[in-house]
């Protein structure tokens, strides 16, 4: 039986994330292995049945340190998994029984209902309302959710 995941952080990719590096929030950099006063730390990840290890770089000099998953192992990684923009990218922490833990990557698409972007719960907007922005064709969208007239 697997342990309790804890996820590290979940973005959705964009053109950038894709084809370079996929940017990481600073908040989480203690989430990933130390970096012992460097500037990059590479870990094992398991992606489905596959396991892969990537590289979190970050800045050399100021405050901001701007962690990225970047380089070959990043773009290996993306190209095999077939990653898009719009993917929902999650990567969590998996503690196993030694007391020490592990990495575990899960990319979803997402899934579009009558032209409406739907990943569930977090699809909802205030008061039941799901709002597309924009239609390929500049219209705009809007459906709210009632309980059904039953007499």
Request: charged share 20%.
């Amino acid at each position: 039986m697997e342990a309790q995941l804890r996820i590290v952080f979940t973005k959705i990719l964009t053109v950038t994330d894709v084809k370079k590096g996929l940017a990481v929030p600073s908040s989480i950099l203690s989430l990933f292995p130390p970096f012992n006063g460097g500037h990059k730390v590479t870990f094992p990840v398991v992606s489905g049945t596959s396991r892969w290890t990537l590289d979190c770089t970050t800045r050399k000099m100021g405050y901001y340190k701007k962690p990225v998953l970047s380089g070959k192992p990043w773009l290996r990684f993306a190209t095999a998994n077939k990653l898009q923009v719009g993917d929902r990218f999650t990567l969590y922490e998996v503690p196993d029984q030694g007391g020490s833990s592990y990495y575990r990557v899960e990319v979803g698409r997402e899934i579009h209902f009558f032209g409406i972007p739907d990943w569930g719960a977090n699809a909802m907007g205030h008061q039941g309302l799901l709002r597309q922005p924009t239609t390929p064709y500049g219209a705009e969208l809007a459906l709210t959710l009632a309980p059904p007239n039953v007499e």
